[in-house]
């Protein structure tokens, strides 16, 4: 198991920065952040698998960056140029069974409690 613990939320106005941070019990070889908009499904926002190469979903490129602190165990999504659509509850997540890829979702995720980011336009 892990627990993960996520902060940073809140409300900013349309092209400003917020960073979610995201505590982890233990180190696990997969991390990442996904989101949830009222009416729609959880969606993946970005994955850090160790040793490779962060992976973002199209929306978001060049604009949000994960980081991971392996030896304090926390998970950081810096947020930039933030969108109306942008306005979601944020999961951290993290996978515990070591697939050697992130494929969460899966029976294997674990799910921090959320934090509400809203951006206004």
């Known amino acids: 198991q892990v627990q993960l613990m996520e902060s940073g939320g809140g409300s900013v106005q349309a092209g400003g920065s917020l960073r979610l941070s995201c505590a982890a019990s233990?180190?696990?070889?997969?991390m990442g952040w996904f989101r949830q908009a009222p009416g729609k499904e959880r969606e993946r926002v970005a994955s850090f698998y160790t040793g490779s190469s962060p992976v973002y979903r199209d929306s978001v490129k060049g604009r949000f960056t994960i980081s991971i602190d392996n030896i304090k165990n926390m998970v950081y999504l810096q947020m930039s140029s933030l969108r109306f659509e942008d306005t979601a509850m944020y999961y951290c997540a993290a996978e515990i069974k070591d697939r050697s890829y992130c494929s969460f979702p899966n029976g294997d995720t674990y799910w921090g409690q959320g934090t509400q980011v809203t951006v206004s336009s």
């Open positions: 233990r180190f696990t070889t997969c």
